[in-house]
């Protein structure tokens, strides 16, 4: 248990911790060495988790303690009236995502007759969600909030039109001019900003400015998404009419193999995180729960893309994280 929690621990180093890269690499080959040789079930599991599924901090926080609460039971040592607390807790959260959902499902089913075509029924159902959002503004007296939304949804449009021009002109960017590009239709600087909207005082004007400059934890956030997305899609998406992905973009960039520039790119990506980790260590201009936020989009990729892309291929394990989140309570 020592050497998993220290294992854990390593994820949450930060650039230039050369002592702990390489307690990282030895304490990941120590787990995997000693797991077939674990004889305590739930510390097998827990060793199997971590090894196989995710770290504590890049997993999402609700799936991961889903998946804890029926390990825990099986330590002779688990306080019972804590378990129960937990699963409680776990279920009534449950249960308002439930509503929020059904909420969200009603709205969609008013829409299916204003779809006359493709684009305009889109466009309108977009403007009608921020209509929306800004009669609940008004009421907040946040309706300054709604102009960074707009914002943050111009961005994404803008950069999905520069990628549709690039296809249709058969135009292969450098790595440099695909990232900056990319990063922007992932989506993730708009979805980050949306997630603002609703939140309580926490977030003030320096937050949404924030976000917009795209310092490092945002910057970081959307290499994840960008290079982790491309990384397990690339070959999908070469067999459609599709712009280069950053795979193809440095491969041809710096002669290099698939398999060295998806190397490249996974160290990257740990880069990336070890700056959002240093962006919870020192000060910034908005406060530890909107930082969360940033976090959180992180980890939504690496559970969704890191072992395949089952954002666009939806199997078992995919609908399994969705069952235990969203749909079956803890009995």
């Not at 997305?229 to 999908?236: K, P, R």
């Not at 990506?269 to 240093?278: G, P, R, V």
């Amino acid at each position: 248990m020592g050497i998993l929690e220290f294992f854990e621990a390593t994820h949450l180093r930060v650039n230039g911790e050369d002592i702990l890269d390489e307690g990282y690499v030895s304490s990941r080959k120590l787990l995997e060495s000693s797991l077939p040789l674990l004889t305590n079930p739930p510390v097998a599991e827990l060793v199997d988790h971590a090894l196989h599924q995710y770290s504590k901090r890049r997993g999402l926080p609700r799936v991961e303690a889903r998946h804890y609460l029926s390990i825990y039971a099986q330590f002779d040592s688990h306080h019972p009236k804590l378990l129960k607390l937990a699963k409680l807790d776990f279920n009534l959260l449950q249960a308002m995502h439930k509503e929020e959902l059904s909420e969200l499902y009603r709205w969609s089913m008013l829409c299916l007759d204003k779809l006359p075509e493709y684009m305009r029924g889109f466009y309108k159902a977009l403007l009608e969600a921020f209509e929306d959002i800004e009669e609940y503004m008004t009421k907040e007296g946040t309706l300054y909030r709604l102009g960074y939304g707009i914002e943050a949804m111009k961005v994404m449009a803008r950069a999905y039109f520069t990628e549709i021009k690039w296809r249709e002109e058969k135009y292969k960017p450098k790595s440099e001019e695909y990232m900056h590009v990319a990063t922007a239709s992932s989506g993730y600087t708009s979805l980050i900003i949306c997630s603002f909207l609703g939140m309580g005082d926490c977030v003030t004007k320096e937050a949404f400015d924030f976000v917009l400059s795209e310092p490092d934890v945002v910057k970081s956030a959307l290499i994840i998404g960008r290079l982790t997305d491309d990384i397990a899609g690339h070959e999908f998406e070469r067999k459609r009419e599709h712009i280069p992905s950053m795979v193809e973009c440095y491969t041809e960039e710096h002669n290099k193999s698939k398999e060295e520039a998806v190397d490249e790119l996974l160290k990257r990506i740990e880069t990336a995180w070890k700056l959002i980790n240093e962006a919870f260590l020192k000060p910034t201009k908005i406060p530890t729960p909107p930082l969360f936020r940033i976090l959180n989009f992180a980890r939504v990729i690496e559970v969704i893309y890191s072992k395949g892309d089952w954002f666009t291929h939806v199997g078992p394990e995919m609908q399994k994280l969705i069952t235990q989140l969203l749909i079956d309570p803890v009995p």
